[in-house]
T-cell receptor, first 113, second 115 residues
């Protein structure tokens, strides 16, 4: 079945460092891909999305490119801030029911001042 | 436009009791999804509903769990005879009826603790 694998955390960076969180997927067909962010004690917020190959999603300085040839959707940010500390989830949709999202296990990011 | 609302935010139950979790989708959204998040885990899909219909319940345990989305009122996730393993955060998401992809908007979650 469809699945998402993302790098294990936690990831600890200093402020202004470069961030990469790897995400690869297995899916039949052509899924849409998402990154969600979860701040402590809160629900998930959509960070960015891409709906077809070579699309680049971007928001708040974060970017991810839908790479069909490598089945990847890595999240990047050039300069992280303390306020970016959160758990990041990679997800795909387009499964059998065309309803549910399939999530990776999440990567916890801590940014130190 | 208010976001997805869930209540209660925190729920404590003793083993054997019933838990009822409510979700009000965003205005104009007719699709509701329930997910469960166990500690240190990602979200796992449970059930997908449209008004008065269960579309996909493949992720929901066969026993003790049920869900509904009536014509009027919120969606309800019901867990009967709760056990300690049911302790988790339960998230509801909603989306408008737009294909080919579903961008889902999440509520703040209900954190269920079973004593």
């Amino acid at each position: 079945g469809d699945s998402v694998t993302q790098m294990e955390g936690p990831v600890t960076l200093s402020e202004e460092a470069f961030l990469t969180i790897n995400c690869t997927y297995t899916a039949t067909g052509y899924p849409s891909l998402f990154w969600y962010v979860q701040y402590p004690g809160e629900g998930l917020q959509l960070l960015l999305k891409a709906t077809k190959a070579d699309d680049k999603g971007s928001n708040k300085g974060f970017e991810a490119t839908y790479r069909k040839e490598t089945t990847s959707f890595h999240l990047e940010k050039g300069s992280v801030q303390v306020s970016d500390s959160a758990v990041y989830f990679c997800a795909l949709s387009g499964g059998g029911s065309q309803g549910n999202l399939i999530f990776g296990k999440g990567t916890k990011l801590s940014v130190k001042p | 436009n208010a976001g997805v609302m869930q209540n209660p935010r925190h729920l404590v139950r003793r083993r054997g009791q019933e838990a009822r979790l409510r979700c009000s989708p965003m205005k104009g959204h007719s699709h509701v999804y329930w997910y469960r998040q166990l500690p240190e885990e990602g979200l796992k899909f449970m059930v997908y509903l449209q008004k008065e219909n269960i579309i996909d319940e493949s992720g929901m345990p066969k026993e003790r769990f049920s869900a509904e989305f009536p014509k009027e009122g919120p969606s309800i996730l019901r867990i009967q005879q709760v056990v300690r393993g049911d302790s988790a955060a339960y998230f509801c998401a909603s989306s408008p009826p737009s294909l080919p992809y579903n961008e889902q908007f999440f509520g703040p979650g209900t954190r269920l603790t079973v004593l």
